[in-house]
Nanobody
Framework: QLQLVESGGGLVQPGGSLALSCAAS????????KAWFRQAPGKEREGVAC????????IYADSVKGRFTISRDNAKNMVYLQMNNLKPEDRAVYYC???????????????????WGQGNQVTVAS
C-alpha cells in the first residue's frame, strides 16, 4: 500500500493557475497508475486525470481537457497536476490516488483505486 501526501492547493482567481503535487512512498511505485480526483460540496467524487504506468499515457475528464496536465516523476515518486485557466466550477477538494495497474491503462473510476491522499482544497474565486 502506498502512502500519498498532496500539497499545493489554495485560493486562486478565475483564469489563474495552480499546481498540485502528490508524494508517494512505498514499494515499486513505478507500476502504479496515478490519478487525480476531486469532490465538490454535495457532489460525488469525480475523476479529473490519470496517468498509466509504463507508457505514461493519460486520460482527462472532458471538463478539464486543454486546461489541466497530469505528469509523473518516478525517480522522485511524485505525480503532479498543473491546472491552468481555472474556473469557479473547479472548486473542490482534490485527491491523488494510486493503484497497481501494470500493463493496463489507467481509468477515471474512483472504485478502481485503493490508495488515496488526504485531499487538498482548491478554491477559485474573485
Amino acid at each position: 500500500q502506498l502512502q500519498l501526501v498532496e500539497s499545493g492547493g489554495g485560493l486562486v482567481q478565475p483564469g489563474g493557475s495552480l499546481a498540485l503535487s502528490c508524494a508517494a512512498s512505498g514499494l515499486a511505485v513505478d507500476y502504479y497508475a496515478k490519478a487525480w480526483f476531486r469532490q465538490a460540496p454535495g457532489k460525488e467524487r469525480e475523476g479529473v486525470a490519470c496517468i498509466s504506468s509504463g507508457d505514461d499515457s493519460t486520460i482527462y475528464a472532458d471538463s478539464v481537457k486543454g486546461r489541466f496536465t497530469i505528469s509523473r516523476d518516478n525517480a522522485k515518486n511524485m505525480v503532479y497536476l498543473q491546472m491552468n485557466n481555472l474556473k469557479p466550477e473547479d472548486r473542490a477538494v482534490y485527491y491523488c490516488a494510486a493503484e497497481p495497474m501494470l500493463f493496463r491503462r489507467c481509468v477515471l473510476s474512483p472504485s478502481a483505486y485503493d490508495d488515496w491522499g488526504q485531499g487538498n482544497q482548491v478554491t477559485v474565486a474573485s
